[in-house]
């Protein structure tokens, strides 16, 4: 009898029918032998809603006490949908009980609206998997030490899946959403966009970092700490399809590499809209400076992407880094009421109008060339590259907006990602 971890999506979650399906092919599972454990997301649309009465209430409220209060409200919504699924496995005729993360406990600390799971305490949902009945855990939220309730971010429900999954030693992790599997790059933009059958660990957690909203970065970065073997497959296919077929259907995360990973140099075009660019001009060109910049933002729980410092003229400097569209009012705040008159810099300006793509791939570490051609090809599309970022297996550029879906299609076609071989590539 293996343990078995769902975690379905919003989509997934979107009415009391596709509650009914879930249900059904939770039902499907259990029969067959396997222990479930079940984590739901709010049903579609149900977040931005909620969070959407607090922006009407307080627009411009970012305090530490409001951060609390949004917490206490976005939570509820994964709680309305764990009941429901609880109440339609019942209709089902099993036995099902649902837990919110701070009645697990599932251990946090005290970000508020960006937590990270600390601990999770496995005894009472064992319990009850032992007595026979499915355990449905609220997705996206726990409990910091003081008992108040946290949330994990956006997509934090495939977090606390994958968490939960390495906390109980689970045989896999299923992450059921709208799409069948983890793409080239998003078949929105590029229609010839293929679908997977396998990816490296590493290359999903670049493409997640550089913007895939497949998986959630942090979800990826929990499953290989703890190597929880996991598959993203989608919940629209019949719920009744056999469970061998099910088992093997998406695409597989990957902790092995095997031969046929030498034929694909890119396995994939991540892009990311949820970008905005910070520059610090005029910076006095000495040591400290980098910290006394970003060791503020850092302080505030705003995450950097691509940095840049321009060369010293005159003893000055230009400093540049991307966040999240979202913490780019807060960080400019930040700089220009707290760090900018400490710096003696000139100013700071911002761009929203970024993006950032990406190409990933196990095989970049042993090519050259893949970077100059990724360089050529923008410029053939005459767009402008204004920051670059590597590691190993990735290279980004942050780009105008306007070009990116240009950027991407053009991408997509120089590095062959558009031929049926990529499907059985890493």
Partial sequence: ????????????????????????????????????????????????????????????????????????????????????????????????????GWQVPIRTDS?????????IDDTKVRADLEAGKVVIVTGFQGADALGNITTLGRGGSDTSAVAVAAAMKAQECLIYTDVDGVYTTDPRVVPEARRLQTVSFEEMLEMASMGSKVLQIRS?????KYRVPLRVLSSFTPWDIDIAVESQSGTLITFEEDE???????SGIAFNRDEAKISVLGVPDR???AYQILGAIAQANIDVDVIIQNLSKDGKTDFSFTVNRGDFAKAMDLLRSNVLPSLGAQDVVGDTKICKVSIVGIGMRSHVGIA??????????????????TSEI???????????????RALHKAFDLDQAAVQNAA
């Fill in 260 to 266: 046929n990973m030498e034929q694909a140099v890119v």
């Fill in 1 to 100: 009898m293996a343990l078995i971890v769902h975690k379905y999506g919003g989509t997934s979650m979107g009415s009391t029918e596709r509650i009914r399906n879930v249900a059904k092919r939770v039902a499907k599972w259990a029969r067959a032998g396997h222990q479930m454990v079940v984590v739901p997301s709010a049903m579609s649309g149900e977040t931005n809603r909620l969070l959407g009465l607090a922006k009407e209430l307080a627009p411009e409220k970012q305090t530490a006490d409001y951060e609390r209060e949004l917490d206490m409200l976005a939570s509820t919504g994964e709680q309305a949908s764990s009941a429901l699924l609880a109440i339609a496995l019942q209709a089902e005729g099993l036995q099902s009980v649902s837990y919110a």
């Fill in 111 to 119: 970000a508020h609206t960006k937590a990270r799971i600390e601990s």
């Fill in 287 to 289: 040591p400290g400076i």
């Fill in 372 to 389: 100059s051609k990724m360089f050529g090809v923008l410029s053939e599309e005459g767009i402008n590259i204004q920051m670059i970022s």
């Fill in 220 to 224: 990826v970065e929990f499953a290989g």
């Fill in 394 to 408: 990735k290279t980004s550029v942050v780009i105008d907006e306007k070009y990116m879906e240009l950027a991407v």
